[in-house]
């Protein structure tokens, strides 16, 4: 039997009371969707709470649910359980974890599932009964996100019935496509223009993006441009491991993020630099001048080339299938419905690897086309007509009246 979240936490608390809601710093999608998600669903259910988070950045400020100034009794804490890097953390308050990140010790109570492709999917299965409209569009931005909509390794049958679960609890698929991809206004799309200019090739395969504090501060790059144009970088067909260094101008540390395909080592890499996360998506922080740091992570990836890990393995008619659907939606970003879904879902039980019809679908996509999307962008003045697939996908994930 699933856990009744919402009834656990109405035992826990005093109606005058109420729940804390928080979540790690530097909040991803995953991170803003569960904690609004479950916010719209307690104050559905009549149950008090306050949401405290670092930095709401371009989250749409329509999909955050109003705090109540409640003095809380329990605090949640989504997408994480480590308390040193959740936001708001309050030693004197009861603990209830949801998390999909492996647990190196059992500290509080609550669900982890190393296997649910995002914690706004895990947080789902255990809010099901009290979903509405608003709550499984934010938690389906926050599946979206994580799952590289529906590309990445982490996507198993679990994840896509819980897509289709939030669709017909009422999510609005367009609206949590365009949170878990959101651009914020030209400005922003220039800035990742020039990043992935500079986006070059260190090893067959091993795509990294390096940029100094100098230029960083120079370009006004944000953390949110670099994660943008990480994601994009992963459009190159060929990849397979997709790094960004950059050199953080005012705590002097490098920050390393890295994200792997296939049987890629991003945690492998990123432990071997003192870091952690996921199998495929994980990061490291080095207190070291930017140089060194580059030197040591092409070391690393020289030392994985003599391994000649092997990408992605033998296709099958079910990985083409999928493939075909891909092509047809544009990677699921227009004409998305519950038969879709479903389509999706049955190849993915008969055997279908999203990532890997994902690479077959991405397969002409090299890094010139990467490079040439960063000209596009920075070159041609805003708003002006796309030409090339990337640059109408690119096109519509720009918000030109997202908050500032
Ligand atoms: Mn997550």
């Known amino acids: 039997m699933e856990l009744d979240l919402v009834q656990d936490l109405r035992k826990r608390v005093d109606t005058k009371k109420g729940v804390l809601i928080l979540t790690h710093e530097r909040p991803d999608i995953d991170a803003l969707g569960s904690v609004s998600g479950l916010g719209w669903v307690l104050s559905e259910a009549g149950i008090p709470f306050t949401l405290e988070i670092e930095d709401w950045g371009h989250y749409s400020r329509d999909l955050i649910p109003k705090s109540e100034s409640v003095c809380p ?42 296997s649910c492709c995002s914690t706004s999917a895990l947080l789902a299965k255990l809010v099901r009964p009290y979903l509405d409209s608003k709550s499984s569009t934010c938690l389906l931005a926050g599946l979206l996100s994580d799952s590289g909509v529906l590309t990445y390794s982490n996507t198993n049958e679990g994840c896509v019935s819980m897509a289709i679960a939030l669709l017909e609890a009422g999510a609005d698929w367009e609206k949590a496509y365009r949170e878990a991809t959101k651009i914020c206004g030209w400005e922003q799309a220039i800035r990742i223009g020039h990043l992935l200019s500079r986006v070059k090739a260190y090893a067959p395969g091993v795509y990294m993006l390096v940029v100094s504090a100098e230029e960083r501060t120079r370009m006004k790059f944000t953390d949110s441009d670099f994660s943008l144009a990480l994601s994009l970088m992963q459009w190159i067909g060929d990849g397979r491991l997709f790094v960004t260094v950059r050199e953080n101008p005012r705590h002097g540390v490098v920050n390393v993020s890295l994200r792997s395909r296939g049987t890629g080592k991003a945690l492998e890499l990123a432990k071997a630099l003192g870091g952690g996360g996921h199998r495929m998506a994980a990061a490291a922080k080095l207190r070291q001048e930017l140089q060194l740091v580059v030197l040591r992570v092409t070391e690393l990836i020289e030392g994985l080339e003599r391994e000649q890990t092997s990408i992605l393995g033998r296709v099958t008619p079910e990985d083409e299938q999928l493939a075909e659907l891909l092509e047809k939606t544009a990677f699921l970003s227009t004409g998305v419905d519950k038969n879709a879904l479903s389509t999706i879902r049955r190849l993915v039980v008969d055997g279908a690897d999203p990532e890997r019809a994902s690479w077959l679908a991405r397969q002409d996509i090299d890094l010139l086309a990467i490079h040439e999307l960063g000209q596009w962008l920075t070159s041609e003045a805003p708003g002006r007509k796309p030409h090339t697939f990337l640059e109408s996908l690119v096109f519509r994930q720009v918000d030109e009246d997202c908050p500032a």
């Open 73 to 114: 009794e329990i605090q949640v804490l989504l997408d994480t359980s480590e308390p040193s890097r959740v936001f708001g953390y309050r030693s004197d308050l009861e603990v209830f974890v949801v998390d999909h990140h492996p647990q190196e010790t059992v500290r509080f109570s609550g669900v982890i599932d190393t």
